[in-house]
């Protein structure tokens, strides 16, 4: 097979197995769920085939792309570009994703429509594979929107209940918001560089770097704002925790939040210094931001989505400093911590009967030690323990902010390195708090006093995200590209061809891990990493004797509710969205109804007709049936009458 006809068939599989379930397995139940674990399986073996055969050289299809649209010289093209940043993506998206599948077996066990979800599980691997491989903006922009469908389908799995429903509207609305202006920014990039090829627009760029244009590159941003959920539009990710936990796994911690990232890293040659300190500020501030309001939750879920958001902003962060190879690799660290931290807590609210509420948990480590030690792993990944896969990417983002600043002495940098470091304090505080309430101490709940381990197709992706890779992904920093086994083609526990991109960076710039480590070192400031390990150390301790173990309440909720409140309702963010449209939208938008309505479909499309029929409504109004009401009119005409007589009208 040659490389089309293999990237052709990675992008096809899903789909096939989404038409069959639409077409004939609806109810399929374990019929369909086999459909869409085989074929993520498929995707698997043939990406990593690829991956295994692919000699590093930059693949395009050139002159054999699909073309699906055209008018007159205008074209809509679907066509591939892979390199290593697409590299490491289609190892992310089909290495977990395939897992998130097996686990979805035992998770949707006892659901009737599993037939439905696993064909939305199928759409929304096709759609990302599309965004992964897309060679131009609008492939991109076409399976933007095709991801934007598949998890508002997910996300409202559970129809039937309002706020599942309600949390898939507000899911695909907000996205809408961000989507416009990228759009906007798309058709300005084509319009300015006469092409929506990537290649080319990053080959027109390093030619003439004044081409890079600040508009186009904070148009095209919005499509990251909204996809990764970042200020202002990150409300849409917590109450998205609504659809079922497998797809929080998947869409909301491993792949769809994180195409935002990967788009950016994509376009990276067309971001100019004023866009980077724009991520960096807004990934910075979300670092901390989210962190807070991780502590005002008592959804395990919901918590845990706030983490997300902590961890895009690293990723954001990391591409603000000038590191898309760092950014990616935290991306894909944060795939492997993230994802099971998501499948541990869909673990434990399974085994209790579907609750959610932390502090009705506790004491399940002894019921559940397969999911509390890949839980346990997880945390110590995420809070970047050294030598756990977090480790290697987490604290060489917030170590090259304060390199930078020892380099350049700009103030952007070290308010960088505050709020990061601040942001892994935080890290540590939530999770510490997540792990010692629910899984030590007494049960404090119903479901909890008898719950037990899940069963073989939940615990196996456990231990293979959990055990394995959240501890071993980083591990190949520790001897650059040299300890690399199976003939070269692996390093560590990763692809060799996708930790090239992680370490290295875009081909000779310098900008991935081992630039920015690097960038930290010439600062000569050990006392940064102790600082880290601080935070990590005092975060778990303050936890330790504040929540204790296996609380049955949220003590800073009872000890200071004016804060909790503040976190809880993560600074009223919705309240004020809430506000604007009920009070300025709505009300504009009845003002635009009004003039559609007299201008647009009365005078515009009526006519005349429209006028004579609103003369009549007028002159209808006049009968009355009172005889003083008719003197006074017949008074008026006279006086009309004897106005145009003697010229006055």
């Known amino acids: 097979m040659d490389p089309s006809q293999i990237l052709t068939a990675i992008l096809l599989t899903p789909l096939v197995s989404a ?39 930059e693949y395009t299809c050139g002159d054999s792309a699909l073309t699906i649209l055209q008018f007159g010289g205008f074209e809509v093209n679907i066509g591939y570009l892979f390199n290593y940043e697409a590299a490491t993506m289609l190892a992310v998206v089909a290495f977990v994703g395939f897992w998130i599948h097996v686990f979805s077996v035992g998770y949707m066990d006892d659901d009737k429509d599993k037939g439905r979800f696993f064909g939305g599980l199928s759409i929304f691997m096709f759609s990302m594979l599309g965004i992964v491989l897309a060679d131009n903006l609008f492939m991109i922009f ?66 003439d770097p004044t081409k890079a244009i600040d508009g186009i590159g904070l148009l095209l941003m919005c499509g990251f704002v909204g996809k990764s959920a970042q200020f202002p539009l990150q409300v849409w990710l917590t109450d998205a925790m609504a659809g079922p936990t497998p797809v929080s796994a998947l869409i909301h911690a491993a792949t769809m939040v994180a195409a935002g990232i990967y788009f950016m890293v994509r376009i990276f040659a067309l971001l100019t210094d004023f866009t980077l300190d724009w991520i960096l500020w807004s990934g910075a501030i979300m670092t901390t931001f989210a962190g807070f309001c991780a502590l005002g939750q008592t959804d395990i879920k919901k918590s845990l989505a706030y983490s997300t958001l902590a961890h895009l902003g690293y990723m954001a962060s990391a591409i603000g400093l000038g590191f898309p190879g760092l950014a990616i690799m935290h991306m894909a660290m944060h795939a492997c911590f993230k994802a099971t931290l998501f499948l541990c807590s869909g673990s434990v609210i399974h085994a209790c009967h579907h609750e959610q509420d932390m502090f009705k948990m506790g004491g399940l480590f002894k019921k559940m030690p397969i999911t509390a030690i890949a839980f346990f792993v997880a945390t110590l990944s995420i809070s970047a323990v050294p030598f756990t896969a977090g480790y290697y990417s987490k604290d060489t983002i917030i170590a090259s902010s304060w390199g930078l600043y020892a380099a350049n002495h700009e103030g952007i940098y070290l308010a960088a390195f505050i709020l990061t470091m601040l942001g892994a304090l935080l890290t540590a505080l939530y999770m510490g708090r997540m792990f010692f309430v629910v899984f030590l101490g007494k049960s404090n709940g119903h479901g909890a006093q008898h719950a037990k381990e899940s069963s073989f197709w939940m615990t196996v992706p456990l231990i293979v995200l959990g055990w394995i890779l959240s501890l071993g992904a980083g591990w190949f920093v520790q001897n650059g590209l040299d300890g690399t086994w199976a003939d070269g083609k692996m390093t560590a526990l990763i692809p060799t061809d996708v930790a090239h991109f992680m370490v290295d960076g875009f081909h000779g710039e310098h900008n991935g891990w081992e630039g920015a480590h690097e960038i930290y070192e010439e600062a000569h400031a050990p006392w940064v990493e102790y600082i880290s390990y601080a935070c990590i150390i005092g975060g778990f301790a303050f936890c330790w004797f504040f929540y204790g173990r296996g609380a049955p309440e949220d003590r800073l909720q009872k000890s200071a509710p004016g804060i909790y409140h503040v976190l809880e309702r993560h600074g009223w963010f919705d309240d004020l969205y809430d506000w604007y449209v009920a009070h300025v939208q709505q009300r504009f938008a009845n003002i635009l109804g009004v003039l559609d309505l007299l201008l647009i479909s009365g005078l515009a499309v009526r006519g005349t007709a429209s006028v004579a029929g609103l003369v009549g409504l007028v002159c209808r109004s006049l009968h009355v049936g009172s005889l003083h009401a008719y003197v006074y009119w017949f008074l008026l005409g006279v006086l009309i009458f004897w106005a145009f007589a003697f010229g006055i009208l």
């Open 142 to 207: 076409i399976f933007w929107e095709l991801v934007g469908f598949s998890s508002y389908m997910l996300i409202a799995h559970y129809w039937d209940k309002d706020f599942a429903a309600d949390a898939s509207k507000k899911a695909f609305i907000v996205n809408r918001i961000g989507d416009f202006g990228f759009l906007v920014g798309i058709v300005w990039a084509y319009h300015f560089y006469g092409t929506a090829d990537i290649s080319a627009i990053t080959e027109i760029i390093h030619n």
């Open 19 to 57: 038409a069959i379930i639409c077409l004939f397995l609806r109810r399929g139940g374990y019929v369909a769920a086999a459909v869409s674990v085989i074929a993520a399986f498929v995707i698997l073996v043939l990406s990593f085939y690829w991956l295994f055969n692919w000699d590093g050289m």
